[in-house]
């Protein structure tokens, strides 16, 4: 990339240690202009200094607001930055909501030491996706889906992989904002969905669903 055009980075993150660590390595970069952060989709919005990004690196496990969520608003309000996905969820409708809701990467956090050359393909017109989704991306045409045990939604997928890291519902919660009494409501939805009765089964019947 040319000097000349320098660019805006954002990252909307609400792991601090990791959102620090991208920060860091965005800062190095020299054609990178100034990194700006935001640790929560609420914060985003408000800030008018988002009318200046070029592209924004987006964590998908946020509270309240998820990051599907975000990209999503962006896109319809016809926003121009070009957002990147960044996060250790790899489910298949995770990464098909991404981007079909407008990002043009979805990278596992895992992979940032790439970054130089994540900015370099987007910001040149590209997209760009981890090796290892890209697989699930292309074994996804392959697969035929004959029940609901795969239809929950991004909600219901953000819990659920909270439940399997063994989170309570007060604790899920509080941490996206939700009344328990909505909580116990999506996990009931989850659990009949895929037909299981435990946190147990739900865990083998989520990671043979490859929805972990």
Request: glycine content about 6%; cysteine-free.
């Amino acid at each position: 990339m040319d000097r000349k055009k320098s660019i805006t980075v954002g990252i909307l993150e609400n792991d601090e240690f990791f959102l620090n660590e991208v920060k860091e390595r965005l800062k190095s970069i020299p054609e990178i202009d100034s990194v700006l952060t935001w640790e929560s989709a609420e914060n985003f919005f408000k800030d008018p200094a988002i009318e200046s990004l070029d592209i924004l690196f987006l964590d998908i496990m946020l509270s309240g607001m998820t990051g599907i969520d975000v990209v999503g608003k962006m896109n319809e309000s016809g926003s121009k930055i070009k957002v990147i996905m960044l996060t250790n969820m790899s489910s298949d409708e995770m990464i098909f909501n991404s981007i079909k809701n407008g990002a043009l990467g979805y990278i596992l956090k895992s992979d940032i030491g790439r970054i130089r050359e994540i900015i370099e393909v987007v910001k040149g017109g590209g997209a760009t996706i981890t090796p290892t989704i890209a697989l699930r991306v292309f074994s996804s045409f392959r697969k035929v889906k004959t029940n609901e045990e795969e239809s929950l939604t991004d909600r219901e997928t953000q819990i659920l992989q909270l439940l399997v890291k063994g989170k309570k519902i007060s604790s899920i919660a509080e941490l996206l904002l939700l009344s328990e009494h909505t909580v116990h409501g999506y996990v009931k939805s989850i659990y009949k969905k895929l037909m299981v009765h435990n946190r147990v089964e739900l865990t083998l019947k989520a990671q043979k669903l490859s929805l972990l």
